[in-house]
Every structure is written in structure tokens, then in C-alpha cells.
Nanobody
Framework: QVQLVESGGGGVQAGGSLRLSCAASGSIISIDAMGWYRQAPGKQREVVAAFTSTGSTNYADSVKGRFTISRDNAKNTVYLQMNSLNPEDTAVYYC??????????????WGQGTQVTVSS
């Protein structure tokens, strides 16, 4: 059984910073890619920042220059440093892991989500 456990969400004032963490645990042999998505009320889930299977990074245009994704492969952990936050960043942030290989199968996983609220 694989679990993605997120932490670091919370409330912050506009202009502030938060750092999200997502640790994947279980009988993991390898993970192709990990990233962060978010879903605001009434909106579809969208990618925020993600590593591809080749190790490159993709960012949503709205967060470029403000957010930075990083990872610790040895710990199967991915981070999202969020700076210069604004109220439009308010959403539930979800961690995603793709191509998670275990002795039983290969599949994708989602974390439970962590709320980020930015007040003006």
C-alpha cells in the first residue's frame, strides 16, 4: 500500500510564503514523476508544478518565478516552496505521483490534499 502524505499548508497573508512537503511511503521500488496540483472552489484541478519522467520541471504560468518545486529522491519526497503568495493561490493543493512501481503493480497516486488560504 502506497500513501502520499502532505504537510505544510495553512493560512498566510498576501506576500507571504509557505512550503509544502509530500512524502510517498510504502513498498515503492521507483516513481516516474511527482508534482503538485491545486483545486480552487468551483474550478477544475490544475497542475501547479511537476517533475516529468525525464527530470525536467513544468510550472503553471501563474506561478512561474514565485513557486519552486524540488525533491529528495532518496526519501521519495517532493517539496513546493511558494513565495509572494496572493489570494488567487488559495486552493486545496494535492500531491501526485505517477508511475509508482511496487512489487504488485504500477499506478498513480494522489495525496489527501492540504488547504492553502491566502488573505489579502
Amino acid at each position: 500500500q502506497v500513501q502520499l502524505v502532505e504537510s505544510g499548508g495553512g493560512g498566510v497573508q498576501a506576500g507571504g510564503s509557505l512550503r509544502l512537503s509530500c512524502a510517498a511511503s510504502g513498498s515503492i521500488i521507483s516513481i516516474d514523476a511527482m508534482g503538485w496540483y491545486r483545486q480552487a472552489p468551483g474550478k477544475q484541478r490544475e497542475v501547479v508544478a511537476a517533475f516529468t519522467s525525464t527530470g525536467s520541471t513544468n510550472y503553471a504560468d501563474s506561478v512561474k518565478g514565485r513557486f519552486t518545486i524540488s525533491r529528495d529522491n532518496a526519501k521519495n519526497t517532493v517539496y513546493l516552496q511558494m513565495n509572494s503568495l496572493n489570494p488567487e493561490d488559495t486552493a486545496v493543493y494535492y500531491c501526485n505521483a505517477q508511475g509508482v512501481l511496487t512489487p504488485l503493480n504500477t499506478r498513480n497516486y494522489w495525496g489527501q490534499g492540504t488547504q492553502v488560504t491566502v488573505s489579502s
